[in-house]
């Protein structure tokens, strides 16, 4: 069974551009969540989705944004770029959004803001 | 919001020895407690949960302790050995299961 895959692994980015990132969640998955890690503030939230619909989204500002589609994988989008947001994008799948499931991690999308 | 607090944030211990790590959450209504070890460069992998209506949780080396009135767990180790060296998270699920809150995490470093 194939885990959780995020796109592209790797990024640099200009000051002001946007990016998107993608997630493919586990075969059976419907909820996908968003993480910002960095070595000062640790794993961060900033949304959860659940059925195409955003359930949850953490303290981020507007230009971080995401979506789902019906096949459950997820992208999120980051307009404007600052350098501080440089980091780790994590997602994470998990059966189902409500209840106590576990959530499993993708590799991570590395974004550099140069 | 959920707030958890992780304790340590550095810890050395010699191979074989013991590790204990302390979390502490804000949010009564939580009821699900996975913790996960992230290694360099790695993802995230949780190695043990707890749910709230068990007290502990045995796993080979590894344990979790719950105390809903005090609103803390502790991850624990056994007989630690180099590989166990990582960062571990502990982490709460909030009740209404959409939103995990994470600690600061634990650098573990086990000397051979």
């Known amino acids: 069974k194939a885990g959780v895959t995020q796109t592209p692994r790797y990024l640099i980015k200009t000051r002001g551009q946007q990016v998107t990132l993608s997630c493919s969640p586990i075969s059976g998955h419907r909820s996908v969540s968003w993480y910002q890690q960095t070595p000062g503030q640790g794993l961060q939230f900033l949304f959860e989705y659940f059925s195409e619909t955003q359930r949850n989204k953490g303290n981020f500002p507007g230009r971080f944004s995401g979506r789902q589609f019906s096949n459950s994988r997820s992208e999120m989008n980051v307009s404007t770029l600052e350098l501080g947001d440089s980091a780790l994008y994590l997602c994470?799948?998990?059966?189902?959004?409500?209840?106590?499931?576990?959530?499993?991690f993708g590799q991570g999308t590395r974004l550099t803001v140069v | 919001g959920e707030n958890v607090e992780q304790h340590p944030s550095t810890l050395s211990v010699q191979e074989g020895d013991s590790a204990v790590i302390k979390c502490t959450y804000s949010?009564?209504?939580?009821?699900?407690f996975p913790w996960y070890k992230q290694e360099l460069g790695k993802r995230p992998q949780l190695i043990i949960d707890i749910r709230s209506n068990v007290g502990e949780k045995k796993d080979q080396r590894i344990a979790v302790t719950l105390n809903k009135t005090a609103k803390h767990f502790s991850l624990h180790i056994t007989e630690t050995q180099p590989e166990d060296s990582a960062v571990y998270f502990c982490a709460v699920l909030n009740n209404a299961g959409n939103m995990l809150t994470f600690g600061g995490g634990t650098r573990l470093m086990v000397k051979p």
């Open positions: 949010d009564s209504a939580s009821n699900y």
């Open positions: 994470a799948s998990s059966r189902v959004g409500g209840g106590n499931t576990e959530a499993f």
